[in-house]
């Protein structure tokens, strides 16, 4: 037993430290890049290259908000970002519906939202921009967000987890005079929790990360988001490698804060589709 559990404990120590050495060569690029966004210039050409700034400068986030318009693009991303949380909340109320509510047609209607997933994106970008079109939404904001407003995954997510509540503590809810908008936001929104969470998380990096979308819609620069900023920045200024890190540091910074704010609760998640 002795001689087990030595092992056992060396193979721990052993696993520990290459899992450690493996997530330090992960983060040691986003760490470069973060840093390097804070260097002059100049210092890029250096042999060997510093991890560390010798020199902190702010030059070239002042830069891309006071001429790139990366302010502006900041603001557009916010908004998409904005509307896909409240796209999340309609989600939220369909996959209710389809987990607690029987009504004919239910399952076929369920099972073609379903379908929808096997379509790719790319596909229905044509027709849904041509639709927009005949409405006169596009190059504007209002065409840039509708479209991303529901999503089949994110209502097939929150069935599945809905469909776990007890109804018998929505009919004890209702048996005390509560309505059905009430139940909604004061019972199943806050034991959802976990799946809002997980969800919140792929919608803030899916509004985030807009590019495609917002590039073909919009005509106009003033509508651009981060990522179209960040490839025209690309283009524009190739050989300004301290821009180019600024920028990619304002696109990556956020979606991690975002993970390690509500990280607990994706761990929650996992734990109690464990114990069901």
């Known amino acids: 037993m002795g001689a087990m559990t030595i092992k056992q404990k060396s193979m721990q120590w052993l696993a520990g430290i290459l899992l450690t050495v493996g997530g330090f060569l992960m983060v ?7 840093l390097s966004a804070f260097k002059p210039e100049p210092e890029f050409a250096r042999f060997p290259p510093t991890l560390w700034p010798e020199t902190f400068t702010l030059e070239h986030y002042f830069e891309l908000f006071e001429r790139m318009n990366f302010g502006v693009y900041l603001r557009n991303t916010l908004i998409i970002v904005f509307f896909s949380f409240l796209g999340m909340l309609l989600n939220a109320m369909a996959g209710y519906g389809f987990a607690k509510y029987k009504f004919k047609g239910r399952e076929p209607l369920f099972y073609l939202v379903l379908a ?52 018998e503590l929505l009919e004890a809810t209702r048996l005390d005079g ?16 976990s799946v809002l969470a997980v969800q919140g998380i792929l919608t803030f990096i899916a509004g985030w990360n807009s590019f495609l979308w917002p590039l073909i819609i919009a005509n106009d620069a003033k509508y651009y988001t981060l990522s179209v900023g960040l490839q025209l ?44």
Do not use: H
Request: cysteine-free; proline content about 6%; overall charge positive.
């Open 116 to 167: 929808t997933l096997m379509i790719p994106g790319q596909v229905t970008m044509i027709p849904v921009y041509l639709i927009l079109n005949k409405m006169g939404l596009t190059n504007t904001m209002t065409g840039i967000v509708l479209p991303s407003l529901v999503g089949a995954f994110a209502i097939f997510l929150f069935r599945q987890f809905m469909s776990t509540i007890p109804d």
């Open 178 to 193: 509560a309505g059905e908008f009430r139940i909604f936001l004061q019972i199943v929104l806050p034991i959802s929790v």
């Open 233 to 276: 920045l690309k283009g524009q200024y190739s050989s300004n490698y301290g821009l180019q890190m600024a920028g990619s540091a304002v696109m990556v910074v956020p979606i991690i804060i975002v993970f390690l704010l509500f990280q607990r609760y994706i761990m929650d998640n996992y734990t109690i589709s464990g114990i069901k």
């Open 28 to 34: 040691l690029p986003f760490l470069w890049m973060i």
